[in-house]
């Protein structure tokens, strides 16, 4: 998709703030700092729309960005800080449990994981527990330019492998926001979900 327009157009805590006009939506998860809000302002052709690299402690919102009138991206806020309280961590589970398990429009979320490392406990978790919901997933390994392509083949297979990847249902694509690598295939599933 070639996005001239995108727009804020909310920060939900909770359902009744989500919007109503019934655009599909695409969410975006990952751990901090995994590189989301790069790939999001890839996506949509900006240097710094999305945030970059939230405070932990900050109130934390699913923001919803029109794109193009024709789909929202949830950017769901990171997960894996270190110093998030108890407290914080079950009122993030509980509103993305909320988002993810009752939102008619989601048509899938990517997850975003660095491509040179193995998958986090988090990044587990998050992929089991998508998958256990029936949602559709591509999984997105960031920062791919940092790693060789001759390695592709054999870090894909340690994702994978680490993640319990199940290829009937979830799809996976290399990325990096500094060379583009990966956007068109990223757009190209975003646009065959948003048609389901
Ligand atoms: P977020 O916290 O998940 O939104 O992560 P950011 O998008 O803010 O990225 C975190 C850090 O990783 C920043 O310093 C980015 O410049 C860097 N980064 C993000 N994507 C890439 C990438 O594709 N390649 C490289 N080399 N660095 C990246």
Do not use: C
Request: hydrophobic fraction near 35%.
């Amino acid at each position: 998709m070639d996005v001239h327009n995108v727009e804020m157009v909310m920060s939900a805590v909770s359902a009744a703030q989500y919007p109503t006009d019934g655009k599909p939506e695409i969410a975006l998860v990952g751990r901090s700092n995994v590189g989301k809000s790069s790939l999001t302002n890839t996506l949509i052709q900006r240097k710094n729309f999305a945030r970059t690299s939230s405070q932990p402690g900050k109130t934390q919102t699913l923001n919803f960005y029109n794109v193009e009138d024709q789909l929202y991206f949830v950017d769901v806020p990171g997960y894996g800080y270190a110093k998030v309280s108890k407290k914080q961590r079950e009122a993030f589970g509980h509103m993305i449990e909320e988002y993810i398990t009752s939102r008619k429009q989601l048509r899938g979320v990517i997850s975003l994981v660095d491509a040179r490392h193995d998958p986090s406990a988090d990044d587990i978790a998050m992929y089991e527990w998508l998958h256990y919901y029936n949602i559709p997933i591509l999984v997105v390994a960031t920062k791919s330019d940092k790693i060789s392509k001759s390695k592709f083949n054999k870090f894909e297979a340690n994702i994978k492998r680490t993640l319990g990847f199940d290829a009937a249902e979830s799809s996976f694509q290399f990325f990096s926001s500094e060379t583009k690598y990966g956007k068109d295939q990223v757009w190209a599933w975003i646009e065959a979900h948003m048609a389901m």
